[in-house]
Structures are given as C-alpha cells and as structure tokens.
C-alpha cells in the first residue's frame, strides 16, 4: 500500500494505519556480520552452544539490529511526501524493546502516523509509531516512534 502525505491530507490520516511489511528473516549470518560490524560479540548473539544453556534457548538478535532494520522494512511500504525533495532521519522520541527475536525468526514493521507538523515552510516533521512483530508472537519485538524531516519542493 503507497501512502502520499500531503499538508492538507496528512492531518486527517494521524493514527491511521500506513502499511505493513513483508516478513523479513533473521539469520545467524545475518546477527554474526552485526556483531563484526558493531564488535558485540556478546556470546548470547554468536555462540550457539552456550547461549542454547540461557532461557532463550539459543542466540538472539540485537536490539540494534532489529533496529536497524526499519529503514529498509519501512521503504518498502511505500509511505511518502508529495513533492519531497529529500527526508532526514530526525531522530526518535521512544524506543522499547519488548521481546528477543530468535534466530530463524521472521519479523515484519507495521507503520502508524502518530504526527505532521509543518516546522517552516516545505519542511514538515513527521512521526511514525513502528512496531516491529515477530512472527507467531504475541510480542512485538520494538515498538518506536521515528521522527523523519522532509523537505517539499
């Protein structure tokens, strides 16, 4: 679903629901190359045998990794700007980790528009509350609020 937010019609879509993902996996491959690129070797992400002794039963993602992810869960809902000319990560007002995402899980992004605010001209402030659920789990595994700046031609 593409959804084009514009100054007058983004008011009236605030806590409407903007799309959903398709499911993205989480491979050991996938935690092991974080944990290089982020040196978090922490054993409950990259050792299997030991971190199968913790109560999780094996290694976990990072949070960060989760959280690094939405950008490209997010783009490919399609949510935009008319006229956008380029979007800036603002930055986050929350975020909360709420359950591990296991090795072998999918996990996908649900997207809300939480705000709009026009800051000056062309140049709007917008919220999106991002959840990111894990498949087959009544937990999601983060739930955040993502500012982005988006500048209009």
């Not at 990794?65 to 869960?73: D, N, Q, R």
């Not at 498949?135 to 595994?141: I, L, Q, V």
């Amino acid at each position: 679903m593409a959804v084009s937010l514009t100054k007058d019609t983004a008011p009236g879509l605030i806590g409407t629901e903007l799309g959903v993902s398709d499911w993205f996996l989480i491979d050991q491959s996938r935690i092991n190359a974080f944990a290089d690129a982020t040196l978090d070797h922490q054993f409950i992400h990259v050792d299997p045998e030991q971190a199968k002794l913790t109560p999780f039963g094996g290694t976990i993602a990072h949070g960060f990794l989760t959280l690094s992810l939405l950008p490209y869960l997010v783009t490919g809902l399609g949510i935009g700007m008319e006229n956008a000319v380029m979007g800036l990560n603002y930055g986050f007002d929350k975020i909360r980790f709420l359950a591990p995402v296991k090795v072998g899980s999918r996990v996908r992004a649900r997207a809300r528009l939480a705000a709009f605010q026009e800051k000056a001209p062309k140049q709007f402030l917008i919220t999106q509350e991002i959840t990111i659920e894990i498949e087959n789990d009544t937990r999601p595994a983060l739930v955040s609020q993502w500012l982005t700046m988006v500048m209009t031609g």
